[in-house]
């Protein structure tokens, strides 16, 4: 039964879900050419043991599977490779030669991998110093947002 890739997309996230890095990964699979490197047709996107489960093997994503891509295809998914605890990428080697678009999923990437989505600004104190709400409980620190966030989808 074929797949359809909204739902492989929404597996793939959910099985990602809590390891920035894996995250990360995975949007760049999905959000690279149109998500066609996060179809179940690609060796490197292996069913799990339940039905409707997805994951992503690191391992597959090697220049043996990336020869026909054109140079920025296979520089992203090295990335993304790297990022899904698949081999290193050299980052002189692959970020060079990135159209805007990838540069700007890349960012978005490693903004998402350091958490930068999860970071705390910093609590401001009331007029007589204390860092408390008007009723004595403890202040909430807002998030700040993402450093770089990820693009909207063309």
Not at 6 to 31: C, N
Not at 32 to 56: K, L, M, Y
Not at 84 to 97: D, K, R, S, W
Request: net charge negative; no cysteine.
């Amino acid at each position: 039964m074929k797949v359809s890739q909204v739902d492989t997309h929404s597996a793939l996230r959910t099985w990602a879900k809590g390891a920035y890095p894996l995250e990360a990964g995975v949007e760049l699979l999905i959000r690279t050419s149109d998500g066609r490197f996060a179809a179940d047709t690609q060796p490197w996107i292996q069913p799990g043991d339940n039905p409707g489960w997805w994951w992503v093997d690191a391992d597959q994503l090697t220049d043996d599977n990336l020869g026909a891509l054109s140079g920025a295809e296979a520089r992203m998914l090295r990335i993304a490779a790297s990022l899904l605890a698949g081999a290193p990428v050299n980052l002189y080697e692959a970020v060079p030669g990135l159209d805007r678009d990838h540069v700007q999923l890349v960012l978005a990437a490693i903004a998402h991998t350091s958490g930068s989505h999860e970071h705390a600004g910093h609590p401001v104190p009331d007029p007589v110093g204390r860092y408390r709400t008007s009723d004595g409980t403890r202040m909430t620190i807002p998030r700040l947002g993402s450093l770089y966030p990820w693009p909207d989808p063309a």
